[in-house]
């Protein structure tokens, strides 16, 4: 049994609407995976007009090989296909454990600083995330709008990792998806430079932001 | 009806009592833009938060190149015009990736000035342009201190590129703020929304 105040549900199902604007919508946990894959309509997840900002937070991502990319593509099709046309910038920070090398760099190439492209987006690159039993990359990512039919759909990312080369990098990514059609399902994936690797284990959530 | 418990109510028009305890982040007002001269909150910001969030998207101007904006005003000032000391930093890229780079902005700070924040380098016009992001105002009703800002906001610029724009910096008053405006360079905001949250 709800209950419903004024046409809004205060509680349902088992869950109550306790006046927060963060909603948890979904966790998936890698164990050996392929992808990661967030798909509007499929396996509880929402992602579409429900929200106007969807909030992914990444969690201990460890990869299955060495100096992985984390990286992720959208779709328009619920998933079907993905590589829809993105612009994007990418600055990096960076330090060693061994007290070299720290400075702030900017990072361009196929990858990083996306021009239209429909490829992959990374947001751990060079170097990537190291696979040493304690290596792991975490962070955020908000989506704006997905939904919209107007307007091309903004994203930022703030992601940090402990790389191959023993550094912390910490890597700030912006871009927008050229599209006006709506924004449905999102994947994301490690490669290593040379193919694609599973992540071995880590989580990622999906928030919508009221 | 509502639903009251030993003199508390619990319940009521659609949300839960004021004394009720919800989620660390809560929707305080939100609005849309609709050929608007500015989007201002004028009331709402308060002692009851440390931390308010401003979070806007698919901002839209009226005017291409326009530059998206804020101020405050301290309690019981108005003008929007407090004196502000802030820094600038960007990256960028263009739509054909020939064209990137990082760093300050010079233009973009202000030392003791009583302009807009500005939050972008001019946004384009064209009808799929626009800007996001997210603007942290802490503690405004301290009359000790200063009142620290940070933004992080990223936008379709009117020369085809992406930016990622941070800004930092402080009201420097030790007035609480109580109001805070957000407009364009020049012309309409012609659509988009800007929601404030508080943090608890």
């Not at chain 1, 990661?36 to 090989?65: C, M, Q, R, W």
């Not at chain 1, 912006?174 to 193919?195: L, Q």
């Not at chain 2, 407090?82 to 780079?101: F, I, Q």
Request: proline share 1%.
């Amino acid at each position: 049994m709800g209950l419903i105040s004024a046409g809004t549900t205060i509680f349902d199902a088992g869950s109550v609407n306790a006046g927060g604007a963060m909603t948890f919508i979904k966790k998936i946990t890698a164990s050996s995976s392929s992808t990661i894959s967030f798909v509007h309509g499929s396996s509880s997840v929402v992602f579409d007009g429900t929200y106007k900002e969807y909030l992914f937070t990444f969690n201990n991502l460890h990869p299955a090989a060495n100096a992985c990319d984390f990286m992720f593509q959208v779709s328009t099709n619920g998933g079907s296909s993905y590589g829809v046309s993105m612009t994007s910038c990418y600055t990096q920070l960076y330090h060693r454990e061994d007290g070299n090398s720290g400075q702030v760099a900017h990072r361009t190439g196929a990858l990083n600083a996306l021009g239209n492209s429909t490829g992959f987006q990374s947001m751990s690159t060079a170097d990537g995330i190291g696979d040493d039993n304690d290596q792991c990359g975490s962070g955020h990512m908000r989506f704006f709008n997905p939904a919209s039919t107007t307007f091309v759909k903004n994203w930022m990312i703030d992601f940090t990792h402990y790389t191959n080369d023993n550094a912390s990098m910490r890597n700030l990514v912006a871009g927008y998806v050229n599209t006006t059609s709506a924004v449905n399902a999102i994947r994301f994936k490690m490669n290593n430079g040379s193919s694609d690797q599973n992540t071995d284990s880590g989580d990622i959530c999906l928030y919508g932001i009221s | 009806m509502a639903v009251v418990s030993n003199g508390t109510t619990i319940i009521d028009a659609g949300s839960l009592g004021a004394s009720i305890a919800s989620g660390p982040m809560n929707l305080l007002s939100s609005q849309t833009a609709s050929g608007s001269a500015n989007i201002s909150f004028t009331s709402g910001i308060t002692s009851a938060y440390k931390e308010y969030l401003f979070s806007f998207h698919n901002i839209h101007p009226a005017t291409d190149g326009a530059k998206f904006g804020f101020q405050f005003n301290a309690s019981g000032e108005s003008g929007f015009n407090e004196t502000l000391t802030s820094m600038y930093w960007r990256t960028y890229n263009n739509e054909a990736a020939n064209s990137a780079g990082t760093g300050y902005v010079t233009s973009e700070d202000q030392a003791q000035g009583t302009a807009f924040t500005i939050l972008d380098g001019g946004v384009g016009a064209d009808a799929d342009q626009c800007t996001a992001g997210h603007v942290k105002l802490f503690d405004p009703s301290n009359t000790s201190h200063v009142k620290h800002f940070i933004f992080r906001g990223t936008h379709y610029d009117v020369n085809n590129f992406v930016a990622d724009v941070f800004v930092g910096g402080y009201v420097n008053t030790t007035a609480a703020i109580t109001e805070m405006q957000f407009k364009f360079s020049s012309g309409n905001i012609d659509a988009g929304t800007i929601k404030m949250y508080g943090i608890k």
